[in-house]
């Protein structure tokens, strides 16, 4: 779901949006550069309350330790 936000700009930095970024096309430029830092909080949090889960952890420490002998050492092998 999308809100509508209203913003205030000096005009040269609105001049600039529209001549580098385009009409039409600010809104998700500006998006893109603010939400990796709106976002991030929230990812972080969910990942503690991930790690609090002691029993999914340690069965996802089991499975990767299991798989970590899948894995050779050689250089010529592809993926």
């Known amino acids: 779901m ?30 893109k550069l603010v939400r990796p830092h709106v976002i991030k909080p929230r990812l972080e949090a969910a990942y503690k309350e991930m790690a609090k889960e002691e029993e999914r952890e340690a069965e996802a420490l089991q499975c990767s330790e299991a798989v970590i002998g899948d894995f050779g050492d050689s250089a010529d092998e592809t993926w």
Not at 9 to 18: M, N, P, T, W
Not at 22 to 30: D, E, N, Y
């Open 2 to 31: 999308q809100k509508k936000l209203t913003i205030t700009l000096d005009e040269e930095v609105y001049q600039g949006l529209r001549e580098v970024i385009g009409p039409g096309k600010i809104s998700r430029f500006v998006e």
